[in-house]
T-cell receptor
Framework: DAGITQSPRHKVTETGTPVTLRCHQTENHRYMYWYRQDPGHGLRLIHYSYGVKDTDKGEVSDGYSVSRSKTEDFLLTLESATSSQTSVYFC?????????????FGEGSWLTVV | GENVEQHPSTLSVQEGDSAVIKCTYSDSASNYFPWYKQELGKRPQLIIDIRSNVGEKKDQRIAVTLNKTAKHFSLHITETQPEDSAVYFCAAYTGTASKLTFGTGTRLQVTL
């Protein structure tokens, strides 16, 4: 398995609180992604990064922000968590040649907003 | 942007039978089509992929076909086994947007 670590793996938080999920990779890959997975919707892209400090929005970016200050770390922040953000969040990385290569997923972070 | 539709949403087959899952995509610029298998509570894992310059690819019991003209691609699993039971996702990658768009998944159940 690709060297991808997500933390925390499970979190319960209250509505209105900020939450940060961390993705750490040891592969030195350029591209990193955050997806959320919900029943009936498959995997939907939230944000992605194509380099340090280079990020772009995905299809469901509202309510989320990201940062990438180092190649190995990609942070996803929910500024003020809502119940609709209860989901499983997957970080992913793309191969060394850049985008268009095999995308590998982390183990996921289960977030519950109550 | 890219839109990927996947059918069926659920599929039940008997052990030993074949299973076929179909996907269509909208962006003619998409050029890479992976398939992922996800077991309950686990991460999606790549099982096979195909690029736009290839029409078919096979790996043991699984194969993928691509029809660029019709913008559809399919996953074929032969001689299904209980361990094939999982959710399968197709996806399409568009290089110009650097994004992988997923279908909504197919829950495959292989019964004895």
């Amino acid at each position: 398995d690709a060297g991808i670590t997500q933390s925390p793996r499970h979190k319960v938080t209250e509505t209105g609180t900020p939450v940060t999920l961390r993705c750490h990779q040891t592969e030195n890959h350029r591209y990193m992604y955050w997806y959320r997975q919900d029943p009936g919707h498959g995997l939907r892209l939230i944000h992605y990064s194509y380099g340090v400090k280079d990020t772009d929005k995905g299809e469901v970016s509202d309510g989320y922000s990201v940062s990438r200050s180092k190649t190995e770390d990609f942070l996803l922040t929910l500024e003020s968590a809502t119940s609709s953000q209860t989901s499983v969040y997957f970080c992913a990385i793309s191969g060394p040649q850049g985008a268009g290569n095999t995308i590998y997923f982390g183990e996921g972070s289960w977030l519950t907003v109550v | 942007g890219e839109n990927v539709e996947q059918h069926p949403s659920t599929l039940s087959v008997q052990e030993g039978d074949s299973a076929v899952i179909k996907c269509t995509y909208s962006d003619s610029a998409s050029n890479y089509f992976p398939w992922y298998k996800q077991e309950l509570g686990k991460r999606p894992q790549l099982i096979i992929d195909i690029r736009s310059n290839v029409g078919e690819k096979k790996d043991q019991r699984i194969a993928v076909t691509l029809n660029k003209t019709a913008k559809h691609f399919s996953l074929h699993i032969t001689e299904t086994q209980p361990e094939d039971s999982a959710v399968y996702f197709c996806a399409a990658y568009t290089g110009t947007a650097s994004k992988l768009t997923f279908g909504t998944g197919t829950r495959l159940q292989v019964t004895l």
